[in-house]
C-alpha cells in the first residue's frame, strides 16, 4: 500500500511572487525517495484561518505532511499556533527548547523576550527536532494516522531539518527512477509507446517526458520512468524494463540516445 504525502508551503511572501518557493521542490524530492507518493501541494496565507483550514484539509488525504515556513519570531509566525488551533491541541511550553534559546540569547548578550520565547511554545504531546543552524526546532504532531512535520522557511534552515527528519521519521517504502535522454525524436512522436507501455506495465511504472528542445529545432526528450513498490530488486527490474521498451521503440523512429541515469 503507498502511502501519501501532502506539503503545505506558508507565506504571504510566496503566494505575492516574492519569493520563489524553492523549499517545495527540496520537500519534495526528499518525500518521493523515501518512498511517499506527493498527491497534494499547498500554499497558504499568514492567517490563522488559512493555516489551520489547510492543515485539516491535507490531513484528510495523507500519512504524512510536511511544511515550511512560520516558525520564527515575528507577529505572523503563527504556523505551529494555528496548527494546535486546527486539531484542538494546548500549546506548553518545553523547558529544553527554553533553554537551548535562553543560553542562545545570553550568548549575544541579548535578553529572552516574548518574541524569542515563543519559539519554545508547542502543540501538547508535539515531539520536537533541535535546529542545528538555525534556532527555530523542527515540530513534530501526530493527528490520527497522520504525523505532521512542520519546518522553519529559511532554506538552509529547512534543508537540514529536512535531512534530521528523513533518518527519523520518513519511510514510505521504495522508490525507483531512471531517465534517457533521446535525440531527433519528437514529444508528440513517442507519446503513443508511451501509453502503450505503461498499459502493458498495468500502472506500476510511470513514464513521463520533458521537452528539452522545441519540436521545431533539433527536437530532444527527457523520458524518465518510475515505480514505487515495496523491494529494491523488483522496483529496479521494472524500471529498467521499461527503459528497454522505450529504447527500442525509440530507435526504430530513428531517436538516438544517451546511456541512462539512475536515482
Known sequence: MEKIASIISVGNEILKGRTVNTNFAHIGRILTFAGYRVQRGYVCEDTPEGISETFREAVKHSEIVVSSGGLGPTFDDITIDSVARAFSLKMVKNDHITTILRNHY??????L???REKMAYLPEGAGYIENPVGIAPGVVVNVGSCRIILLPGV?????ALMGLAKDQY???????EK???IENMMESTIAPVITAIMKKHDGAVYIKTH?????NILPKIEVEVSSYGSERIDCAELVTTAISEILKA???????HDDATTL
Open 106 to 111: 545570553s550568548s549575544l548578550n541579548l535578553p
Open 113 to 115: 523576550t516574548p518574541e
Open 155 to 159: 532554506p538552509t534552515e529547512m534543508e
Open 170 to 176: 520518513l519511510y514510505g517504502g521504495v522508490y525507483c
Open 179 to 181: 531517465s534517457v535522454i
Open 211 to 215: 521537452p528539452l528542445n522545441s519540436e
Open 250 to 256: 525509440a530507435e526504430s523512429l530513428k531517436g538516438r
